[in-house]
């Protein structure tokens, strides 16, 4: 989790891609306990209502769900869902801007390619 | 308890401090009153707690007028920036006589708050610094209970630790229960992540009422080429335009995504910065 929230994009959408990163990079695994509204509130002093409101959308994904009078809990095909839902705006997010720098820059399409393709001693895997 | 505010109006001589007023406030949240100095802010405070009376207009709490009506006023509590409390009472006074006027005073919310600002009881109202008065202010506020509790700018002198300390009480009592909390300053960058709902005052008029998430959502501010820019903001209400190094740069209402699709950088606008360029705006007009 993040140490601090950016005033200029909506809260509830932090908080929700907070979980959810939580959840695709493995330090959230299914069946465990997420964060409650109130906990997200005194956290990042924000209001409970927007914690919900982020909270209560991923209910609405089935990427957790409510159980009374304990919590909220990560379900088990979460991870999943959330990778499925990242790829498909994955063009929009990474692959548009990158377009256009190079597109600014005259990359050529080949060279972008190449880059591509390049292995970078920093993304082993 | 829901707040009705319809045409309301307050002229002292010759100048309208509100002029034709109308909003409602619905549900217990924290709401955040925003605008300039001479905004209007604390006469509608004023009036809303019953201390003053609207020229024009009023303002109904369930259905009711809050002036000179003390099943009302006990269900609200106005804290404004000073003189708050008379000047010869010790602090152990002051808390006496709330506790007997508030139903629902929380004594052990005052005892906390007041051993964490360090106030003595036994010392008066008139020897206490500013900032130890702000915290009394605070103490009492919170402490009250009250299902429309209002915050006018509370915290002349009191140092950054200490409003800290007031923003997680205040959190921390609206978790435990919900209650309308009309929170006015001038710091708003402290505290805007606590709103819920934001209201804008200017020159006795109020300019906006929105949702705090609906705002961060829909006021953008986008840059890039002029006709680019130009072609972007046709039809679209324009807070503010600058221009700089063959860059605009424009503060809209719009969406990031709609931006995009023009090729425009985009940036959200913080409420503290919309409440700036909305004012400027509209006295420069």
Request: charged share 30%; glycine share 6%.
């Amino acid at each position: 989790m993040k140490n601090s929230l950016d005033e200029n994009k909506p809260i509830f959408l932090q908080i929700k891609e907070q979980i959810e990163d939580s959840i695709i990079d493995g330090s959230i695994k299914p069946g465990e306990r997420v964060p409650s509204t109130n906990e997200f509130a005194a956290y990042y002093k924000i209001n409970p209502a927007t914690a919900a409101k982020g909270i209560n959308e991923l209910v609405a994904e089935e990427i957790v769900f409510k159980r009374r009078g304990v919590g909220m809990f990560v379900t088990e095909d979460a991870k999943d869902i959330l990778i499925e839902k990242r790829k498909e705006i994955f063009y929009e997010n990474y692959m548009f801007p990158l377009k256009n720098e190079a597109k600014k820059l005259r990359i050529k399409e080949s060279e972008l390619i190449e880059m591509v393709k390049r292995e970078d001693d920093t993304n082993e895997n | 308890m829901k707040i009705e505010v319809k045409n309301l109006s307050k002229k002292y001589h010759d100048n309208f401090a509100l002029d034709n007023v109308s909003f409602t406030l619905d549900e217990p949240k924290i709401y955040g009153l925003l605008g300039r100095n001479g905004a209007g802010k604390t006469t509608f405070m004023d009036i809303l707690s019953g201390q003053i009376l609207a020229s024009k207009g009023e303002i109904l709490i369930n259905g009711k007028n809050p002036f000179d009506n003390q099943q009302l006023t006990e269900s609200i509590c106005l804290i404004k920036e000073g003189y708050n409390f008379k000047k010869d009472l010790k602090v152990k006074n002051v808390l006496k006589i709330y506790s007997f006027f508030y139903p629902n005073w929380d004594q052990e919310l005052a005892d906390s708050l007041i051993k964490e600002y360090n106030l003595n009881l036994n010392s008066k109202i008139k020897t206490l610094s500013k900032g130890m008065e702000s915290a009394l202010g605070i103490t009492v506020g919170l402490a009250s209970k009250a299902p429309i509790t209002i915050f006018d700018e509370p915290y002349i002198g009191l140092d950054a630790p200490s409003r800290k300390k007031f923003y997680e009480m205040m959190l921390e009592e609206y978790q435990v229960e919900k209650r309308t909390i009309i929170f006015s300053t001038h710091l708003i960058d402290e505290v805007s992540l606590l709103f819920e709902e934001v209201l804008i005052l200017q020159e006795g008029s109020l300019v906006l009422q929105e949702d705090s998430e609906v705002l961060r959502e829909n006021t953008i501010a986008v840059s890039g080429k002029e006709d680019k820019v130009e072609l972007f903001l046709k039809g679209k209400e324009v807070l503010q335009k600058k221009q700089f190094a063959g860059t605009v740069t424009a503060y809209v209402y719009g969406t990031k995504e709609e931006a995009k699709m023009h090729g425009l950088n985009v940036e959200g606008v913080p409420i503290q910065e919309l409440m700036i360029y909305l004012t400027e705006g509209k006295k420069g007009a």
